[in-house]
Structures are given as structure tokens and as C-alpha cells.
């Protein structure tokens, strides 16, 4: 097995600092290999508990998160060179032995793992157009009125767990047309009770979800309802809700991001779906220097235009673009699994320790699981079963 050097950057906030102590812990635990954290210790709220630190003074008119990044896309500049290394963000948490085993997957210049969502829907998260603020505020709003229907028809809590679970069997039936159109004929010839599994069933008399007791878990949307409280509009033929300019409230995708990045590096490109990377996890060494470099400009060039956000990903996917990287491998989920909590597919298998993002149709012996946001959510299984890893 490779051996490598694992590097965490951070500086700045408590919140930050602690979350670095917290995946370090679980590092150490598992891992046998190296691990050095990059810093600026003058911005930092407390010190760092950890024998392999370098301290790096950052420029003094960044803020602190630009100041991470400096230290993140310049890692380069600021390690012993000749080394094999893998960068991790402070909430990368490491819940396997196998974590090491991510330095035999190098392939140069340089490996990142996967993002979970393509350039056109990261586009908003990168740059200051609007558009993500405009569907989120008209989700707000849908969102609003279900509650309001939903909470004060359903108040058991085991009967709203249940609804959750509805809802998840929706989003899978979703990604299968064949699934989908089989369910449709099964609803169009059954009256007045729809099976729609073994534990769910719909009354299309009452228009309301059952379980196996007879207990209504979820009221079918009144669409009449909704549209004159709301405003928004409601497509019969596509099924799917629009705001009042016509825009999907649900599709939150736009080309600003591969716009801008044309306008300012003249890097085309072409695949606007393009499956991007993710910068939470990367392994790199002295063939990653050019890249680096090139990466590291242009995020320090973006941090003087107001269009864009204080983030690393935008020009990370121009970078791989100007290299003719776009084919190049990724590293497996299980490197990089990313814990997104609003996605219901995230589950956990305790007795196999596996992870899906998909309700199980793919699965993952995860080693290092990245927890972006929801951090110590105690109420959410992914994260009870990261603190059995403990």
C-alpha cells in the first residue's frame, strides 16, 4: 500500500477548529498513515490539538474563509514536496481502516472524487445570479402550505414517520420510468383502494394515504387550494409547479456558472451537465503542480469579482476544462461519500455498515463519509451510526 500524508486546512472560527478535532479523532483511530493540518494560527479562536502543524501567515485583507482557500488551493506551495498527499475538508470523517487505501487510487495529475450534483444545478451555489434565492423563496412557500395542511391533520409523530417514509418511496419510484408507468396502469385500473406497496395504500374516495392499520399518514395535495393561496400554478400535463413567470419552482439549475467562467478564463464548456468534482477530498503530489497553480490563480483572481461567491468549486471546474480533464477518473464514493441530508435516498444498512445514496439500489463500504452540513444532527441515523463508529 501507498503511503501518504493526509492534510486538513482550516483557521478562523471555534466551529471550525472544533470540527477538525472532532474528524481527527476519527482519523487517528483508523488511519496509520501521516496527518499534517495547514493553518494560520493567528486567526484561529483556539489552538489546535495536533503535533504535525504548519503555520502559514495568510494574506491580511482576506476574510477567513478566503483565507482557507488560499491555504487549500495553494496546499502546494506550502508542503515538503516529493510526497504523495490527500487533502480532506475538516468534515470528512474517516469510519474505516480502508481510509489509507485511498492512496493506491492516484492517477496524475491529480484525482478528485465526484460532486453529487452536475454544473447546472452547482451553478447558483457559485455564482451571485438570483436564481437559487428566487426557487428557494417559492419553495419556502410551497412548503409552507403542505405543513400547514399536513401538520394540523397528522400530529403523531409515528404517523408523520411513516408519511416521511411515503414520501421516500415516491422519490425512488421517481428514477424508474418502467416503475413508474407499471405503478400508473396498477392506479388507473384499481378503485376505490390503490396498493401501492405492502405497506402504503391511497382511497381514492377520501383522496388520503394509508398504512397497514388503516391510519391516515398523508393527505393528497389540494391542488385548487394550493394555487389560490399560493399563487403559483400547477401544470396538469407535466405535473410540475411554476412561480408567476413561469419558471419550475423545482428546477433550480441555470448556465450562469459556465457562462461566467467563458467570460472570464475563455474556458468553454461544452457538457453543461457536466458531472462535476467535489474539493472535499483530492490527492495530489508534484505532478499536481501545475494544475494547482492554475487553480489557485483563479480562485484568488474570483475573489475580486462581485458575481461570484467566496467558493473553490466554480474555477475548480474551469481548471479541469483548461487541462482537458473532463473524462479523467474520479475516485469511488467511498472515498468521498457525501451525506447530503435532504436527500432521502441517504440511508445506512448497520448490520452490513453500508451507505446508499439511493435507497439501495447502489451501496458503498464508505471510509471516509463527508457530513457537509446537519453536523451532529443526533436525531439523523447517518450520524448516530458515524458515533458508533467512534
Known amino acids: ?33 501521516n496527518i499534517l493540518v495547514l493553518t494560520d494560527s493567528n486567526r484561529n479562536e483556539l489552538p489546535i490539538e495536533h503535533d504535525s502543524i504548519i503555520d502559514v501567515k495568510t494574506p491580511e485583507n482576506y476574510n477567513h474563509h478566503q483565507a482557507s482557500i488560499y491555504l487549500k488551493t495553494g496546499i502546494h506551495k506550502f508542503l515538503p514536496s516529493g510526497n504523495l498527499y490527500c487533502y480532506l475538508d475538516t468534515d470528512i470523517i474517516a ?13 496524475a495529475p491529480i484525482r478528485f472524487a465526484p460532486d453529487h450534483c452536475q454544473v447546472r444545478k452547482f451553478s447558483s451555489y457559485a455564482i451571485n445570479c438570483g436564481c437559487l434565492k428566487t426557487r428557494e423563496r417559492d419553495r419556502e412557500i410551497f412548503n409552507e402550505f403542505v405543513a400547514e395542511v399536513q401538520g394540523t391533520s397528522i400530529k403523531d409523530e409515528a404517523l408523520k414517520s ?17 416503475k413508474k408507468a407499471i405503478t400508473a396502469v396498477r392506479y388507473f385500473t384499481s378503485y376505490p383502494i390503490f396498493k401501492f406497496n405492502k405497506e402504503f395504500h391511497f382511497n381514492k374516495k377520501s383522496r388520503t394515504w394509508h398504512d397497514t392499520s388503516g391510519a391516515i399518514v398523508m393527505y393528497e395535495m389540494d391542488i385548487e387550494k394550493m394555487q389560490k ?11 410540475k ?144 451510526w458515524i458515533e458508533s463508529k467512534a
Open 95 to 107: 469510519v474505516s481502516s480502508n481510509c489509507d487505501a485511498i492512496f493506491n487510487e492516484f492517477i
Open 1 to 33: 500500500m501507498n503511503k501518504g500524508t493526509f492534510v486538513f486546512v482550516v483557521c478562523g472560527s471555534k466551529e471550525h477548529i472544533d470540527t477538525l478535532h472532532f474528524s481527527l479523532s476519527y482519523l487517528k483511530k483508523y488511519s496509520k498513515n
Open 229 to 239: 393561496a399560493t399563487g403559483l400554478k400547477y401544470n396538469k400535463w407535466n405535473q
Open 241 to 384: 409547479w411554476y412561480n408567476k413567470i413561469g419558471e419550475d419552482i423545482w428546477f433550480d439549475e441555470c448556465n450562469h456558472l459556465t457562462e461566467y467562467i467563458n467570460q472570464e478564463f475563455k474556458i468553454e464548456i461544452k457538457d453543461k451537465n457536466w458531472q462535476h468534482w467535489n474539493g472535499g477530498v483530492f490527492l495530489f503530489n508534484n505532478e499536481s503542480h501545475n494544475f494547482l497553480n492554475s487553480w489557485f490563480e483563479k480562485t484568488m483572481h474570483i475573489f475580486t469579482l462581485p458575481n461570484w461567491k467566496t467558493r473553490d468549486q466554480g474555477t475548480l471546474i474551469a481548471t479541469a476544462w483548461e487541462f482537458g480533464l473532463e473524462n479523467h477518473p474520479t475516485l469511488s464514493k467511498q472515498f468521498n461519500f457525501i451525506a447530503d441530508f435532504n436527500n432521502n435516498g441517504v440511508q445506512v444498512n448497520q448490520d452490513t455498515n453500508q451507505l446508499t445514496d439511493d435507497g439501495f439500489v447502489t451501496t458503498y463500504n464508505a471510509s471516509l463519509v463527508h457530513v457537509y452540513h446537519h453536523w451532529m444532527d443526533k436525531s439523523w441515523p447517518i450520524w448516530q
Open 162 to 178: 411513516k408519511s416521511k417514509a411515503l414520501q421516500l418511496e415516491f422519490d425512488l419510484l421517481k428514477k424508474s420510468w418502467f
